[in-house]
């Protein structure tokens, strides 16, 4: 089914893998047993409505035929399917189903028709590395020397991963389907159903009878210490106390199978991620290592496509897609350990069918890795998140959440509002430190940065500067700030989530030069005070003059706070006069006790992730995995102005040819909904005079300029443009109703950075 995904890259992969099982038989002369049998998606209540009409809107912006039809359409299709409780369904006529080892067979053969030859029943015991290179694989059957090494083992590919010191943490769950006895009236061209309210997608089987498969709410693991390697094909014993609701809860969507004999009740082990999407790419520190694993129980539907990135990214030395969040560089080693694991697993598996809401966070293996302040900010009224791990406040309230997640304004919205004003007319509090720190230091950590980084970053000391790094193709590899401490002594600071991507590639870049490379992510505290009272207030505590001519825009300095030295630096992510605030661990009580005190003259207002976002968004900020990523060139992105092109970068003969081609036909530019009450989140349809010409990437309510508003790739056949922005009716689409909105290029709020300098 292609039908389920609103992200890009996810549903490109579906669409591949469908016409591939399509056409390989032309191919090979091996069917696959595609069946175009159709698909339906069950909504039977209000929010699973809005979130596939949600969904609806992408995917036919990606090309899917959905159509929304009746119960009755429902019903017509699928005569035994119950649909009284049924408010829509979401049908696409061309899904359908394969035969998962027709489809094998067609791959094999297909691969060994190009050359390809195949050990079967022989066991990989070792991996030999060398100098940051896989040279061989050891086997049963011998030494096989490599170019590259794929780790596609499935469920065992984290034991696998193990042999080569690669962390890939799936974990397998126990997963159900019954087929029933033959019924009568079942006929093999009914469409498969899906019904995520009664965990259960249902279709007719090659016996005359129908599957009732399972995706239970509370999942079970199964052997989490290690997966036999001897399994294979094998059953294990179904637990049927534990199953029998949800499986009484799934049969009573088609009635008729509560009264049918069960031919079979087959429980077998599937393996999920952490957070549901695959586990793919380059292995940390390792050229020729690369993974293709977590499928989460849709290998068949993603294995076509994934299969075709993955060659692309060996064949062209880097991926074409997107791969923000399959890269396995977003996991950390200890999500590999068993106990987080045993207890992921259970809520990954049983979320696949909740409501997707976008505030939703997950509960299980929560509480790894704490800012120091988390005690004080907990007494605080903070509501926290995960992040990359961390524990991070999201919201402050003296009421925490009512537990009641949906797709409108949340009962914290006035808490939220609160927080993002007071940063725009105050001063605020934002804990940061779960972002990504680095210090760099040596005798070629200049020009090293300087290489990797589109901004001039080593002529001035005590600065900080906001840059790219690229790939030769001119791509975006990670957006962050380089700051010059001294002499030989450089701050690299990211974003949370691409902390394993920019540790990895500096190392990749920093061989044969005398570079020293150290996280110190967990060594400092990162306090952000933002705001049009921020260098008051920060004033009242240090020595330090912070005046424009001292301390002015940019400036990043080691300064004295109390009875600590922390590095401040004169920044912002938010749009406001602000500092961030680089404090050693053991010191960041007695700061942010000082900084609390002295606010409550100021009123200093604690503010979470929500704020951030909103403040951001609303100042066209951009957030790599978020709303820019390893697609994009640096022109499209409208971040060519960090480029000092006097100077040699990496990317920088690519840069130059985006240049060139003058005004690009892409570019990512801010949207706002005219509609104050909608509530834009990721993957909004914008059209123009109703020409769909691109979808929101990321989004947030803008408390200031009063409505929904997000960064949106557009694509326009000439150019795209302040007129062409300017001109004819702009509309976004959210859950299938349309709304005016605008689009800028600048900045709609504070567009000439009036209050930042000020």
Known sequence: MTFGSTDETSTRIRQ???????????????????????????????????????????????????????????????????????????????????????VTMALAKGAKMQGVRYFEGTICTGVSISDGKVEHVETTEGIIKTDYLVNCAGMWARQFGELAGVSIPNQAAEHYYLVTEPIDSVQSTWPVIEDPSSYTYIRPETNGGLMVGLFEPKAAAWNVKSVPKDFSFGEITPDWDRMTPYLEKAMNRVPITLETGARTFFCGPESFTPDLNPIVGKAPQLENYFVAAGMNSIGILSGGGIGKELASWIVNGRPDVDVSAMDILRFEKYQSNSNYRRDRVTEALG????????????????????????????????????????????????????????????????????????????????????????????????????????????????????????????????????????????????????RNKVFDWMNRHSKDRQVNIVDVTGGYAQLNIQGPLSRKLLQSVVAENLSDEHFPFREFREIELGYARVFASRITYVGELGYELFIPVEHAMHVYQLVEQAGVSFGLTHAGLKALSSLRLEKGYRDFGHDI??????????????????????????????????????????????????????????????????????????????????????????????????????????????????????????????????
């Open 16 to 102: 591949y893998s469908k016409e591939l099982y399509k056409n390989l038989e032309k191919e090979t002369g091996q069917s696959t047993g595609f069946k175009p049998v159709g698909f339906i998606e069950l909504a039977t209540n209000s929010d699973y409505l809005h979130e596939f009409r949600r969904v609806a809107t992408f995917n036919r912006a990606m090309g899917i035929d959905v159509r929304e039809i009746s119960p009755a359409e429902v019903a017509g299709m699928f005569p035994l399917c119950k649909v009284d409780d049924v408010l829509a369904g979401f049908y696409v006529e061309d899904d359908g189903r394969v035969n998962p080892v027709d």
């Open 351 to 498: 979320i696949v069918y909740k409501n997707h809401f976008p505030n939703y966070q997950m509960k299980t293996a929560r509480g790894v890795k704490r800012s120091p302040l988390h005690d004080a900010l907990k007494q605080k009224g903070a509501f926290f998140r995960p992040v990359s791990g961390w524990e991070a406040a999201d919201w402050y309230g003296e009421q925490q959440s009512d537990g009641i997640l949906g797709w409108n304004k949340e009962s914290w919205f006035p808490n939220w509002e609160r927080e993002h004003t007071a940063c725009r007319e105050g001063v605020a509090l934002f804990d940061m430190s779960f972002m990504s720190k680095f210090h760099v230091t040596g005798k070629d950590s200049g020009p090293f940065l300087e290489f990797l980084s589109t901004a001039s970053v080593s002529k001035v000391n005590n600065s900080i500067v906001y840059t790219q790094w690229l790939d030769e193709k001119g791509k975006i590899q990670a957006d962050l700030t380089v700051a010059k401490a001294g002499n030989d002594s450089y701050w690299v600071i990211a974003s949370d989530n691409m």
């Open 629 to 758: 990523d390893n697609t994009d060139g640096i022109v499209t992105a409208g971040l060519s102005f960090t480029c000092d092109m006097n100077k040699t970068f990496l990317g920088r003969e690519a840069v130059e040819m985006q240049k060139a081609q003058g005004i690009p036909t892409s570019r990512l530019v801010q949207i706002l909904v005219l509609d104050p009450d909608c509530m834009m989140f990721h993957a909004e349809v914008i059209r123009k005079d109703g020409v769909i010409m691109g979808f929101v990437r990321s989004a947030s309510y803008g408390h200031t300029l009063k409505g929904s508003v997000g960064l949106a790739l557009l694509n326009h056949h000439a150019s795209i443009t302040t007129k062409v922005l300017n001109t004819g009716t702009w509309t976004v689409e959210i859950a299938g109703q349309i709304f005016p909105c605008k689009c800028s290029l600048a900045p709609m709020y504070d567009p000439k950075n009036v209050n930042i300098k000020s």
